[in-house]
C-alpha cells in the first residue's frame, strides 16, 4: 500500500469545503460552546454536518435544533441501538409516523442498526428492518451502525434490500465487506478510526477501494483521534480525519474533498 510522506498531512484547508456526515452536535457535551463551535467550523471550511435521531424523542426535537442553524444542519430520523428500551416496537411506530409527516425536513433515517455490545438481537433485527422499510417509503438514505455486526446487517440487508443507499457510519471491515455494501448503493463513512495504526485492515479497504465510496465523519463526541483519547471529539476534528484520509490515498487533497462533497450531495442531498 502507497503511503505519502508523512508532510503531506498538512494539508490546506482554507480552499476546501468539508461535511461531518455523522456528528450528535445535540448532545449535552456540547451545550457550553455549541454556538462558538459553528462558528469555528464555517471558518476552518466545514460548512455543514447531519446531525443523526437516536430515540423517538430526540428525533423530534431535533426540528427545534436545525431551525436554529438551518443551513448548516441536516438531520435524520432514527432508534439507535443502544438506546433501544421495552418500548422499541411502539416507539418505532411513533418514529415512523413522525418521518412521514416531517420527511420533507429529513436527509436521512438513522441512527439505526446492529451492535452486537448490546443486548435482545431479535429486538434489533426486527427494528432495524422496520428502519430500511421506512427508508424505502419515503425515498430516505439509511444512515447505518454496525458493531461486530455484519453477519446480521446482511441478513437484515436480504430480507429488506434498501432501495436508497445511504452510509455506513464509523465503517470497518475488509475490502470484501466494504465491496458488499457499496452494491448497495452505501457509502462507507470514514472516521478517527483510520488514525490508529491497529486499524491496517480498515486503512487499506480504505486506501485501495474508489474514492467515490467514501464520506468523511466525526460522531463527535464520541470516536476521539489517535492522541485525544478520553477527551470528547469535536466536529472541527472532521479537518484531521481529511487529512489522514488524504494521507492513505494517492489523489490530491482538492480531488479528494470535491469527491467527499459530490457524494455527500448524491446520497443524501445536501
Ligand atoms: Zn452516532
Given at each position: 500500500?502507497?503511503?505519502?510522506?508523512?508532510?503531506?498531512?498538512?494539508?490546506?484547508?482554507?480552499?476546501?469545503?468539508?461535511?461531518?456526515?455523522?456528528?450528535?452536535?445535540?448532545?449535552?457535551?456540547?451545550?457550553?460552546?455549541?454556538?462558538?463551535?459553528?462558528?469555528?467550523?464555517?471558518?476552518?471550511?466545514?460548512?455543514?454536518?447531519?446531525?443523526?435521531?437516536?430515540?423517538?424523542?430526540?428525533?423530534?426535537?431535533?426540528?427545534?435544533?436545525?431551525?436554529?442553524?438551518?443551513?448548516?444542519?441536516?438531520?435524520?430520523?432514527?432508534?439507535?441501538?443502544?438506546?433501544?428500551?421495552?418500548?422499541?416496537?411502539?416507539?418505532?411506530?411513533?418514529?415512523?409516523?413522525?418521518?412521514?409527516?416531517?420527511?420533507?425536513?429529513?436527509?436521512?433515517?438513522?441512527?439505526?442498526?446492529?451492535?452486537?455490545?448490546?443486548?435482545?438481537?431479535?429486538?434489533?433485527?426486527?427494528?432495524?428492518?422496520?428502519?430500511?422499510?421506512?427508508a424505502n417509503?419515503?425515498k430516505l438514505p439509511?444512515?447505518?451502525?454496525?458493531?461486530?455486526?455484519?453477519?446480521?446487517?446482511?441478513?437484515?440487508?436480504?430480507?429488506?434490500?434498501p432501495k436508497h443507499g445511504g452510509?455506513?457510519?464509523?465503517?470497518?471491515?475488509?475490502?470484501?465487506?466494504?465491496?458488499?455494501?457499496?452494491?448497495?448503493g452505501?457509502?462507507?463513512?470514514?472516521?478517527?478510526?483510520?488514525?490508529?495504526?491497529?486499524?491496517?485492515?480498515?486503512?487499506?479497504?480504505?486506501?485501495?477501494?474508489?474514492?467515490?465510496?467514501?464520506?468523511?465523519?466525526?460522531?463527535?463526541?464520541?470516536?476521539?483521534?489517535?492522541?485525544?483519547?478520553?477527551?470528547?471529539?469535536?466536529?472541527?476534528?472532521?479537518?484531521?480525519?481529511?487529512?489522514?484520509?488524504?494521507?492513505?490515498?494517492?489523489?490530491?487533497?482538492?480531488?479528494?474533498?470535491?469527491?467527499?462533497?459530490?457524494?455527500?450531495?448524491?446520497?443524501?442531498?445536501?
Amino acid at each position: 500500500m502507497a503511503h505519502r510522506a508523512s508532510q503531506s498531512l498538512i494539508v490546506n484547508t482554507s480552499t476546501i469545503e468539508l461535511i461531518d456526515s455523522h456528528c450528535h452536535l445535540d448532545f449535552s457535551e456540547f451545550d457550553s460552546n455549541r454556538g462558538e463551535l459553528i462558528t469555528s467550523c464555517q471558518q476552518q471550511g466545514i460548512i455543514s454536518l447531519i446531525v443523526p435521531g437516536v430515540s423517538a424523542q430526540q428525533s423530534l426535537s431535533l426540528l427545534n435544533f436545525k431551525a436554529q442553524a438551518p443551513s448548516f444542519v441536516n438531520i435524520a430520523f432514527g432508534l439507535h441501538p443502544y438506546f433501544l428500551t421495552q418500548t422499541a416496537d411502539a416507539d418505532m411506530q411513533v418514529l415512523t409516523q413522525l418521518a412521514h409527516q416531517y420527511n420533507k425536513q429529513l436527509c436521512a433515517i438513522g441512527e439505526c442498526g446492529i451492535d452486537r455490545a448490546q443486548p435482545n438481537l431479535e429486538l434489533q433485527q426486527r427494528i432495524f428492518i422496520a428502519h430500511i422499510a421506512l427508508a424505502n417509503d419515503l425515498k430516505l438514505p439509511l444512515i447505518v451502525h454496525h458493531r461486530q455486526s455484519h453477519d446480521l446487517i446482511q441478513a437484515a440487508f436480504k430480507q429488506c434490500p434498501p432501495k436508497h443507499g445511504g452510509v455506513i457510519h464509523a465503517f470497518s471491515g475488509s475490502k470484501e465487506i466494504a465491496n458488499y455494501y457499496v452494491g448497495f448503493g452505501f457509502k462507507l463513512g470514514i472516521g478517527g478510526i483510520i488514525s490508529y495504526e491497529r486499524s491496517q485492515k480498515t486503512r487499506e479497504t480504505i486506501a485501495t477501494i474508489a474514492l467515490d465510496s467514501l464520506l468523511i465523519e466525526t460522531d463527535a463526541p464520541s470516536m476521539p483521534l489517535f492522541g485525544a483519547q478520553g477527551q470528547p471529539n469535536s466536529p472541527l476534528a472532521l479537518i484531521d480525519v481529511f487529512t489522514h484520509l488524504v494521507s492513505l490515498r494517492m489523489e490530491p487533497a482538492a480531488v479528494i474533498a470535491a469527491q467527499l462533497r459530490q457524494s455527500c450531495n448524491d446520497i443524501f442531498r445536501i
